[in-house]
């Protein structure tokens, strides 16, 4: 038998979650195994949007370089029949009348507030699965009726199904939702090659450009930028993005987890080969910085030209500009990294996500440094605000993955916040500011509270575009 080639390998390996019927169905007569969501981001600690949800368990996209695919392979429960959330049990308690303890939580802590809500962390809300299946309608449905503030992060086809378009027409006045389209290239073929199953770039502007015509705020999430793909077409995709009417950018970069399973190592193969690189792995050993472990994250230098691209084209076209990537989250434009801006009068839900965490903070420090010409310190309780009352809440906290080697004891005093404030104080770990921002604040001394205090590093990359004229105190 002959050899499959590695496209042939990694078109046939991402395509099973294309085109196989497993999962793709739920059975409506059997007891349909519960995916628990919402939950909070495991990136809470720089995330205006900690509240994530996903309808479905899985996505039916085959991208290669997904981050989803790569937590959900390697766990064994990842290939068992599609799972739903208890979206029926979300309604009553966004409505006020919470029923099962965990939608009582979320009340409390979300809901209640019309906190925003961001629909599409782990999965597609509007891939195949939502067309075969419908399960999420009611939910949309329900959030309109009750003007609920959501983003959703989407790239499947099923928004424009006519009964999904007239539903978002329907509630287009009230302007209580934003899209952001994910699109790493502008060249449909070179999309072939790379997004298995997913709608051509091409169409996804066409969403973009029918949700922005119905008035919605609109962002192109250039998520992840693929150095080698992204930047072929990136002129040109930038410009039809404006042109369908986005109002925001979102970028970061793409990263690669050395613990990657099988499965992923094939996609990694083939996705070196399209990007122009002998190994992946290799590759990104050899630029990235190793204070931040095995999430491999390519260095502030190799990515610094892409950015100040998008920057300046942001900056010319008045777009909001945001940095999720942890090098550059300085230059974010709003405290969003998601690209939601600080200020929407047309609905002023969609500014109600948290300004308690570190986008927000490394946002305002770059702007005061500049503006203000003195040193700008970042200080734990700063950061993280009182009024953040999830970041208390024990009995969330144990969905985190820290929790789970915890002893019963030990979770009943853990809290997000202590967890933060560990990670926060830990030089040695990746997830503190000093390794996680690769140097862009640094540690010089404790403060009040006992905590390390940080302060804000002007870079190399910051006198040379000032002296390009750039203005950086925006």
Known sequence: ????????????????????????KLDMNAKVKQYISPRISSEYMDCSMPMTFDSYSHCSLGCLYCFAYFFKSNNTSFNENLHVSAMEKMIPAIEGKPKSYREKIFHRHFYSKKFLLHWGGMADPFCNFERSNRRAFNFLEALGANNYPTL??????????????????????????????????????????????????????????MLSEMGYYTILRLRPFIIGVTDRS???LLGKALEAGIKGVSMEFFAVDVRCSSGMRTRYKWLAQVMGVKDLLSYFKDLSPSERGGYMRLNRLVKEIYVRKVFEFCMTHGLTFGVSDPDFKELNSSGSCCG????????????????????YALKEARRKYHLENKDQYLRFNDVFHKEDTYLDDIELTNDHVACAELTAAERKSYTYRSLAQKTWNNLRSPGNPRNYFHGKILPVGIDQDGNLEFKYVEHDYEKRWAKDGLDLSY
């Open 152 to 209: 959703f992060s989407f790239k499947g086809a099923t928004i424009f199904h006519p009964r999904y378009r007239r539903l978002f027409e329907k509630y287009s006045s009230q302007q209580n939702f934003a899209f952001q389209v994910s699109i790493v290239t502008g060249d449909d073929k070179l999309s072939r090659e790379v997004e298995i199953g997913v709608p051509s770039p091409t169409r996804r502007l066409e969403a973009i450009k």
């Open 1 to 24: 038998m002959k050899k499959k080639s590695t496209r042939e390998e990694i078109i046939h390996e991402s395509k099973k979650f294309v085109e196989s019927n497993k999962g793709l």
């Open 340 to 359: 939601m801006p600080d200020d929407f009068p047309d609905n002023r839900l969609l500014e109600n996500w948290t300004r308690g965490q570190l986008t």
């Open 234 to 236: 990136l002129d040109e």
